[in-house]
C-alpha cells in the first residue's frame, strides 16, 4: 500500500494493488483539452501503452471536452500514478504541437477513489458512462463515441479495456454480458448514488459499505469517511475534514 505524494493539507491518495480506482483528470481551470477527433484517439492510444506498461487494468473510461473519467485496477501500488504522468506527459506534448500553445494542459493533481467491487462497480461503470447524458450531450450513453460504452454493451473492439470480473459475472457469454449490461442503464441513477461518488473521489475518501471501509482503514492506517458530526470539533482530524 503506498500514499503518494500529497500536500500536507489534503488526504493522501490509497494505492492498494488488485483494488478498483476511480480516477478523474481534468482540463486546467476546467479548460477544453480535446478539440477534434484526433485528440480523443491520440489519448486513447497514450492511455493505452501506458496502461500495459505499468500493467493498469482499465474497465470503463468516458473523455469529456474538459475531463476523463477512468475505472481502473493496479497490479502494483505505484501503477495508477506511472500511468497517469506518462500519458499525461505525452498527451500535452501532442496537444501543444498540434494546436500550437504552450503550457501546462491538466490540473495539477487528478482525483481518484478507492472502489468496493462487490457493491459499487457497476454503478461506477454506469456513473462514468452516462456522462455525457448528464451533461445533455446525447439522450443515451449508446450515442456517444467516446466513452467504453461502445465496447462494454455494444461489443465493439476496444484493445483499452479489460473486463472486471464483476462485469464478467452479468453472463456466461459475451451477448449474455453485454444484454445484463445494458439492462443497468435504464432508467436514472439515484442522486444518493451520484452524490456518494462525487464525494468520494473528490474528497479521496473511499466508496463502499461500512465493512470495506473498515477494511481499508486496517489496512492503510487512515480515514476513509469523514467523522460523524458527533466527532471531536475541535480535533486536527475535524479540522482536515472542515478543510476538504
Given at each position: 500500500?503506498?500514499?503518494?505524494?500529497?500536500?500536507?493539507?489534503?488526504?493522501?491518495?490509497?494505492?492498494?494493488?488488485?483494488?478498483?480506482?476511480?480516477?478523474?483528470?481534468?482540463?486546467?481551470?476546467?479548460?477544453?483539452?480535446?478539440?477534434?477527433?484526433?485528440?480523443?484517439?491520440?489519448?486513447?492510444?497514450?492511455?493505452?501503452?501506458?496502461?500495459?506498461?505499468?500493467?493498469?487494468?482499465?474497465?470503463?473510461?468516458?473523455?469529456?471536452?474538459?475531463?476523463?473519467?477512468?475505472?481502473?485496477?493496479?497490479?502494483?501500488?505505484?501503477?495508477?500514478?506511472?500511468?497517469?504522468?506518462?500519458?499525461?506527459?505525452?498527451?500535452?506534448?501532442?496537444?501543444?504541437?498540434?494546436?500550437?500553445?504552450?503550457?501546462?494542459?491538466?490540473?495539477?493533481?487528478?482525483?481518484?477513489?478507492?472502489?468496493d467491487a462487490e457493491n459499487y462497480?457497476?454503478?461506477?461503470?454506469?456513473?462514468?458512462?452516462?456522462?455525457?447524458?448528464?451533461?445533455?450531450?446525447v439522450v443515451h450513453a449508446s450515442?456517444?463515441?467516446?466513452?467504453?460504452?461502445?465496447?462494454?454493451?455494444?461489443?465493439?473492439?476496444?484493445?483499452?479495456?479489460?473486463?472486471?470480473?464483476?462485469?464478467?459475472?452479468?453472463?456466461?457469454?459475451?451477448?449474455?454480458?453485454?444484454?445484463?449490461?445494458?439492462?443497468?442503464?435504464?432508467?436514472?441513477?439515484?442522486?444518493?448514488?451520484?452524490?456518494?461518488?462525487?464525494?468520494?473521489?473528490?474528497?479521496?475518501?473511499?466508496?463502499?459499505?461500512?465493512?470495506?471501509?473498515?477494511?481499508?482503514?486496517?489496512?492503510?492506517?487512515?480515514?476513509?469517511?469523514?467523522?460523524?458530526?458527533?466527532?471531536?470539533?475541535?480535533?486536527?482530524?475535524?479540522?482536515?475534514?472542515?478543510?476538504?
Amino acid at each position: 500500500m503506498s500514499y503518494g505524494e500529497f500536500p500536507s493539507w489534503r488526504l493522501p491518495r490509497l494505492y492498494l494493488p488488485g483494488c478498483a480506482q476511480h480516477v478523474i483528470q481534468r482540463g486546467n481551470n476546467r479548460a477544453a483539452c480535446f478539440y477534434e477527433k484526433a485528440d480523443y484517439k491520440a489519448y486513447l492510444s497514450f492511455l493505452k501503452d501506458a496502461a500495459e506498461k505499468y500493467r493498469v487494468a482499465i474497465h470503463a473510461f468516458v473523455l469529456m471536452t474538459n475531463h476523463v473519467h477512468l475505472l481502473v485496477t493496479p497490479s502494483d501500488e505505484k501503477g495508477i500514478s506511472r500511468m497517469m504522468q506518462a500519458q499525461g506527459r505525452k498527451y500535452v506534448q501532442y496537444f501543444n504541437f498540434t494546436h500550437g500553445r504552450t503550457g501546462t494542459l491538466w490540473e495539477g493533481r487528478y482525483k481518484s477513489t478507492l472502489v468496493d467491487a462487490e457493491n459499487y462497480l457497476l454503478t461506477v461503470y454506469r456513473y462514468i458512462e452516462l456522462n455525457p447524458v448528464r451533461a445533455g450531450m446525447v439522450v443515451h450513453a449508446s450515442e456517444y463515441p467516446w466513452s467504453s460504452y461502445q465496447g462494454n454493451a455494444l461489443g465493439k473492439p476496444v484493445q483499452l479495456l479489460t473486463p472486471h470480473p464483476i462485469y464478467s459475472r452479468l453472463g456466461s457469454t459475451e451477448v449474455e454480458r453485454e444484454s445484463a449490461y445494458r439492462a443497468l442503464f435504464r432508467g436514472r441513477m439515484p442522486e444518493r448514488d451520484l452524490a456518494a461518488i462525487r464525494e468520494a473521489t473528490n474528497k479521496a475518501w473511499v466508496l463502499g459499505d461500512e465493512r470495506f471501509k473498515g477494511q481499508i482503514e486496517a489496512k492503510t492506517g487512515r480515514r476513509a469517511a469523514p467523522l460523524g458530526r458527533g466527532g471531536d470539533r475541535k480535533s486536527a482530524a475535524f479540522r482536515e475534514v472542515k478543510n476538504q
